[in-house]
């Protein structure tokens, strides 16, 4: 499967940004969805993942409650949807795909397939 994330930009503290996660070569509901961010001189981190069935979410306490993932499988596609974003919220957002678990893992060696990244910062 191949993985294509977009949607990054430049937003104010407090604005709203929707990534997408679009995938060819297999249809997404084979795989559980992740997506992770990555600062600069920063590990990447979990933010947030969804079930193959879309009915379990599990998010990072830092984007609980202002970010929100869903799927569209009739569109291939995976959304990011964030919120209330604050200036830590600024990295590299990758999406990831998962084929061996059907809930969302929270680290990043348990995705196999990954997008090549879309730059979210948030100015204060």
């Known amino acids: 499967v191949q993985l294509q994330a977009f949607g990054g930009g430049l937003v104010q503290a407090g604005g709203s940004l929707t990534l997408s996660c679009a995938a060819s070569g297999r249809t997404v509901s084979s795989y559980v969805m992740g997506w992770f961010r990555q600062a600069p001189g920063n590990e990447r981190e979990f933010v947030g993942g969804?079930?193959?069935?879309?009915?379990?979410?599990d998010y990072a306490d830092s984007v609980q409650g202002r970010f929100t993932i869903s799927r569209d499988n009739a569109k291939n596609t995976v959304y990011l949807q964030m919120n209330s974003l604050k200036p830590e919220d600024t990295a590299v957002y990758y999406c990831?795909?998962?084929?061996?678990?059907?809930?969302?893992?929270?680290?990043?060696?348990?995705?196999?397939?990954w997008g090549q990244g879309t730059q979210v910062t948030v100015s204060s």
């Open positions: 990831a795909a998962d084929f061996e678990r059907h809930n969302p893992g929270t680290f990043a060696h348990q995705y196999s397939y």
């Open positions: 969804i079930s193959r069935s879309g009915r379990t979410t």
